[in-house]
């Protein structure tokens, strides 16, 4: 069935069947309460509803049969908190699924609330044969199996992607996060698979796997890239922990050096790096997924511009996202922009209100509070039946979401009606 004829509520209980619970995250919302914001127009008193308690999408296990991998394949999926009907999402494809899904998930959903990246699909991969999956072969390597790296992203491409945007709202903007050997997985695939993914996000590689042999294939397939200006090459961002202890994170550290002394050398390929004094290869984790996920979407910080009541700026911010992304941009700030603009209201530029407020109706549809303030601005510029007709959705929005707005919302509508009758 596709995306499009599922509500929000059908997939929370889809992916409710089999989720995976979150530590408890009830803290996380508790600051944000069910707060009452009273709010004074033209000498009325009206209570708005402040943003209530935070939802939190569940994660839920998926299982895949693999012709290419020859087995059945685990994923763990989580949705973002406000999934809106018929609108597309980027993906961040998660190396080590099972061990990294609760953090980076965590985070994604901390940078979205915090306006400095998009909600995004989050789809962990679990590994059966994790060295087998991740790695080239390596003829020097004693151990495990090794060698499947090449399949793997053949079962990426071909097979988990399209599942993906079968069964989700995915866009195909992309991204693919590793650590330790996932982020030898995630150079190959920049090799190999370069228009796979539209960033990665590689946080302490094992560089020393196939004697360190990396670099030296970064270097030549920047130089085929360079002969191809018109490629659309991948952002790259790498992080390094304080890896001194032994031989092998001795040879980490080198051959990291050597790839960014490779990378300083290009002009073609985005990339940032960071290294993590006084962090192990665990703990680096929470500091590369937050600093790798924003330089994916460099530029993208939303908040500075309402902070600052230039509404102006937001607008043509976001109209200049909704150019670079092959996805919908929808800021989560409704409450900070319609206080904005209620401003304007307030300051006898109703005119002014009710163009901004439209605007930002596009892009929050669901949200009652824009819809209410929307409707007073109508009505301070003279235009009482556009009034009527937005407070006729507030409604709709309240009983929908059982807000205490409802008996505001419906002394509003009385008084226009009879208004407009008269």
């Known amino acids: 069935m596709p995306y499009r004829t599922k509500s929000y509520r059908q997939w929370s209980s889809i992916l409710a069947a089999g989720a995976l619970r979150h530590h408890d995250a009830r803290w996380i919302g508790a600051w944000m309460g069910s ?22 999408s569940p994660i839920a296990r998926h299982s895949i049969e693999s012709d290419l991998l020859q087995e059945m394949r685990q994923v763990l999926v989580r949705l973002p908190d406000d999934l809106r009907e018929d609108d597309t999402y980027p993906v961040l494809y998660l190396l080590d699924g099972l061990e990294n899904m609760l953090l980076c ?34 003829p020097e390597f004693d151990g495990p199996e090794c060698g499947g790296a090449t399949q793997f992203l053949r079962f ?22 590793g650590h330790s050997i996932g ?55 790498l992080s390094l922990a304080d890896e001194e202890i032994h031989e092998a994170e001795s040879l980490m550290r080198s051959r990291y050096t050597d790839i960014e002394k ?24 929470l500091s590369s997924f937050q600093n790798g996920l924003e330089f994916s979407f460099d530029g993208w910080d939303m908040g500075s ?89 507030s409604r709709e929005i309240a009983i929908e979401t059982g807000s205490p707005m409802i008996g505001w919302i419906d002394r509003r509508i009385g008084l226009l009606e009879t208004e407009v009758v008269r």
């Open 35 to 56: 707060l009452i914001g009273t709010w004074l127009l033209g000498g009325s008193v009206i209570a708005q509803e402040a943003p209530g308690p935070a939802t939190y």
């Open 105 to 138: 998930s965590g985070v994604v959903q901390n940078l979205s609330r915090a306006e400095r990246i998009p909600e995004m699909i989050v789809i962990g991969i679990e590994n059966h044969h994790r060295l087998f999956d991740l790695t080239t072969s390596d």
């Open 156 to 177: 990426l491409s071909e097979e988990l992607i399209p599942w993906t945007a079968r069964n989700f709202p995915a866009s195909q903007h992309r991204i693919l996060a």
């Open 183 to 237: 982020g030898v997985l995630q150079l190959e695939a920049l090799i190999q698979e370069t228009d796979l993914f539209d960033a990665h996000v590689v946080i302490s590689p094992s560089l020393w796997w196939d004697q360190g042999a990396i670099p030296a294939r970064i270097d030549s397939a920047l130089a085929l890239w360079n002969e191809e200006l018109a490629r659309d090459v991948p952002l790259l961002y």
């Open 262 to 285: 490779v990378l300083e050398g290009q002009n073609v390929l985005m990339w940032k790096s960071d290294r993590f004094d006084g962090e192990n290869h665990i703990s680096t984790l």
């Open 305 to 393: 511009y309402l902070e600052s009541g230039d509404i102006d700026g937001f607008r043509s911010h976001i109209e200049t996202l909704d150019r670079a992304y092959a996805f919908t941009v929808h800021p989560s700030s409704d409450w900070d922009y319609a206080s904005v603009c209620r401003k304007l209201t307030s300051n006898g530029e109703a005119d002014l209100a009710v163009g901004h407020l439209e605007w930002g109706r596009v892009h929050f549809p669901e949200s009652m509070v824009l819809s209410n303030f929307l409707g007073e601005a109508y009505e301070k510029s003279g235009r009482p039946e556009e009034a009527l007709k937005t407070y006729y959705r």
